[in-house]
């Protein structure tokens, strides 16, 4: 699975915006896909993820902020980030992992993106 990620930008604080995550076609629709976030000088880490079926799960620094969703038809992945605030300035990836189950760590996802840059200002 091939994922090209796109939709990042600048933005002020409390701004939103929309990522998309497109995968090569295939079994792309029965990966599970993840959102992962890596800033200057910290680890790469985990931000939402969704099963072909719809299950999702986010971080804590994303409840209530961010909604990811999939059009399984066009094996596209996408990220709502509303109500941005400056330290979810950070290089976007979009991954893809074989499990069913809902993984939160980089270990489990073995297709990435090439990311997209997301700052957010003050």
């Known amino acids: 699975v091939q994922l090209q990620a796109s939709g990042g930008g600048l933005v002020q604080a409390g701004g939103s915006l929309r990522l998309s995550c497109a995968a090569s076609?295939?079994?792309?629709?029965?990966?599970?896909m993840g959102w992962f976030r890596q800033a200057p000088g910290r680890e790469r880490e985990f931000v939402a993820a969704?099963?072909?079926?719809?299950?999702?799960t986010y971080a804590d620094s994303a409840k209530g902020r961010f909604t990811i969703s999939r059009d399984n038809a066009k094996a596209t992945v996408f990220l709502q980030m509303n109500s941005l605030k400056p330290e979810d300035t950070a290089v976007y990836y979009c991954?893809?992992?074989?499990?069913?189950?809902?993984?939160?760590?980089?270990?489990?996802?073995?297709?990435w993106g090439q990311g997209t840059q997301v700052t957010v200002s003050s």
């Open positions: 969704i099963t072909w079926s719809g299950r999702t």
């Open positions: 991954a893809a992992s074989s499990l069913t189950a809902i993984p939160t760590t980089t270990t489990y996802y073995t297709n």
């Open positions: 076609r295939g079994t792309a629709g029965t990966f599970t």
